[in-house]
């Protein structure tokens, strides 16, 4: 579920954005008295992702609106359903259709797509994570529609893991003075931070074997065999996670590895948006 200050500044901005001095094409032709009904229709079979956000844009706008919901978050949905009514002032419902549209077929995509993957990976140890690869101020809500699709959030930001990759291990001089300067900043700031750190090779993972003082252990761009080649290497003294170049058609390959999650950008940057309309009901 979505932290309700932090969902409620998103809407708060979004609707700024959105509105600006005023829904002028709702203000000139509808009294600001007059009340309405409208229903969200499902057009594409998927993953329905949003019903929180879409309740709480509505209840932002007019504290005494009246959501009754017909589908659940997660839930598969199929096209002719109604996924929710809602009753308000009809200015109400106007001025949040859009910002209710945008972010529910945005996240029913990302749900969608990560429940694929999920699939794929029914019967393995392997978890399916997000990244970082994000729409600015969108993430929260499309990391929210990767775990609605059954997958698992990787860290939220730079703020809450410390992710050592390629470009901090070359800016820093290499692995072991990556890692050694990362734990004496930890420990200098009282930082309670896991510490993941990207390996590119064999080699790399056995230096990494060698400082320790990590928590996971990222295989990037290995093959299957190479990372069943550093699975026996780490011998499940760190978690690890496979990365790069992890498609639906080979995922299962490396999933039949037994790394223990597998981090795909493209749940988030590769989804497409599923249709679904907002459509007023005559009173």
Not at 169 to 178: C, K, N
Not at 245 to 269: C, F, M, P, Q, R
């Amino acid at each position: 579920m979505l932290e309700e200050a932090a969902l409620n500044a998103f809407i708060r901005s979004a609707l700024t954005e959105d509105i600006g001095s005023g829904d002028h094409s709702t203000m000139a032709c509808i009294p600001p008295t007059a009340k309405g009904k409208a229903v969200l229709k499902i057009k594409e079979d998927g993953i329905m992702a949003g019903m929180q956000v879409a309740e709480a844009i509505l209840k932002w706008l007019d504290m005494f609106t009246v959501f009754t919901p017909y589908k659940k978050d997660g839930e598969a949905m199929k096209a002719g359903e109604i996924a929710f009514e809602a009753e308000a002032a009809v200015h109400t419902l106007l001025m949040g259709e859009r910002l209710i549209l945008n972010c529910m077929q945005r996240m029913s995509g990302i749900a969608t797509l990560t429940h694929q993957y999920v699939e794929k990976l029914k019967g393995y140890h392997t978890k399916i994570l997000d990244t970082r690869k994000t729409t600015p101020n969108f993430r929260m809500l499309e990391k929210e529609a990767v775990r609605i699709g059954g997958g698992v959030n990787h860290r939220m930001g730079l703020y809450d893991m410390i992710m050592l990759k390629d470009n901090h291990i070359d800016f820093s001089g290499g692995i072991t003075a990556a890692i050694t300067n990362t734990v004496a900043y930890l420990k200098e700031k009282n930082l309670p931070l896991q510490i993941e750190v990207e390996t590119r090779n064999i080699e790399d993972v056995k230096e990494v074997l060698a400082v320790g003082q990590v928590n996971r252990i990222m295989l990037d761009n290995f093959a299957p065999a190479d990372i069943v080649a550093a699975l026996k290497l780490i011998d499940g003294k760190y978690e690890t996670e496979a990365s790069g170049g992890i498609t639906l058609d080979n995922i299962e390959d490396y999933a039949k590895t037994g790394v223990d999650y597998i981090s795909v950008g493209a749940i988030i940057h590769h989804a497409v948006s599923l249709d679904l309309s907002l459509k007023a009901i005559i009173l």
